[in-house]
């Protein structure tokens, strides 16, 4: 079981930055590609970001390739996405979550949401025009 914390969400002026941290608890963060998804009210949930379970390989959603980026900190067990010139477009609940994958390639990453075998809470991204 990996139990999922996100942070860092909050209400910010279009042209902004922020930074969301998700902190996971439990198996061997190192085994997990990680994932970032977005959900705004009456839209499904979509993929912003991935990142491999060493960090080597990432990907973004065209949206916001360009202005966000995915990092991890392995000896922290923690993802972090930094958000800069947010658009009010960006406004929704950002999840992190993770991928199983030790028995794949160290390059690994995937932007399908069944994939992922963890998510956090969610934490609430607000962009004011």
């Known amino acids: 079981q990996v139990q999922l914390v996100e942070s860092g969400g909050g209400l910010v002026q279009a042209g902004g930055s922020l930074r969301l941290s998700c902190v996971a608890r439990g198996r061997t963060f190192s085994n997990y590609a990680m994932g970032w998804f977005r959900q705004a009210p009456g839209n499904e949930r979509a993929f912003v970001a991935a990142i491999s379970r060493r960090g080597t390989s990432t990907y973004y959603a065209d949206s916001v390739k360009g202005r966000f980026t995915i990092s991890r900190d392995n000896a922290k067990n923690t993802v972090y996405l930094q958000m800069n010139n947010l658009k009010p477009e960006d406004t929704a609940v950002y999840y992190c979550?993770?991928?199983?994958?030790?028995?794949?390639?160290?390059?690994?990453?995937?932007?399908?949401?069944?994939?992922?075998?963890?998510w956090g809470q969610g934490t609430q991204v607000t962009v004011s025009s």
């Open positions: 979550a993770a991928d199983y994958a030790a028995y794949r390639a160290t390059g690994y990453y995937t932007s399908s949401s069944n994939d992922y075998n963890y």
